[in-house]
C-alpha cells in the first residue's frame, strides 16, 4: 500500500519525537516504513541507517547508510556515519577509501575555484596576542 504525503508526513513527525526522546526502537519501524515509500530519499535513509546505529544493529545499518551516502554525497553527516558503522564492522579499508575518494573529488573541485586571499583583518595576533588565521 502507498503511503500519502500525509501519512509520511505523520511517520516522519512520530519518528523524529521518539528518536528526540532516546526512542531508537520505535523510531526505527516508522523510519523503515519511511524508507520503504521513498527509497531514494537520501535523508531518510541517513535517518534509518543513524536509528540502527544506535540500537547496535550496525550490519542492518549499512545498506541505508551507504545508499544515503550515495544520494547525498555532499551531506558530511551521511558520510561520516557511513564510515562510522564501517569502522565499527571492521572494515576500516572501505571506510578509508571512501573518504579518499571523497577528498580526492574535493580536491579536483576546489582546484577549479578562483583562489581567494585572506580576508581583511583576518591574519595577525588577536587581543590576547595569540595568532589568528
Known amino acids: 500500500m502507498a503511503l500519502s504525503d500525509l501519512q509520511i508526513q505523520a511517520l516522519a513527525r512520530d519518528a523524529v519525537q521518539r528518536a528526540a526522546a532516546g526512542d531508537f526502537a520505535g523510531a526505527e ?12 530519499s537520501g535523508q531518510v ?3 534509518l541507517g543513524q536509528a540502527r546505529l544506535k540500537l547496535g544493529r550496525f550490519a542492518e545499518a549499512r545498506e541505508p547508510l551507504e545508499r544515503a551516502a550515495k544520494f547525498l554525497p555532499k551531506d ?14 571492521g572494515e576500516h579499508e572501505t571506510a578509508l577509501d571512501g ?13 577549479h575555484r578562483p583562489q581567494q ?17
Not at 117 to 133: E, K, M, Y
Open 45 to 47: 535513509l541517513n535517518l
Open 99 to 111: 573518504a579518499r575518494a571523497r577528498g580526492a573529488a574535493e580536491a579536483r573541485r576546489c582546484r
Open 76 to 89: 558530511a553527516a551521511a558520510q561520516v556515519n557511513l564510515a562510522g558503522c564501517l569502522t565499527v564492522l
Open 29 to 40: 519501524p516508522l523510519l523503515a516504513q519511511m524508507a520503504e515509500a521513498r527509497p531514494n
Open 117 to 133: 586571499g585572506p580576508r581583511a583583518g583576518s591574519a595577525g595576533p588577536d587581543r590576547r596576542g595569540r595568532a589568528r588565521l
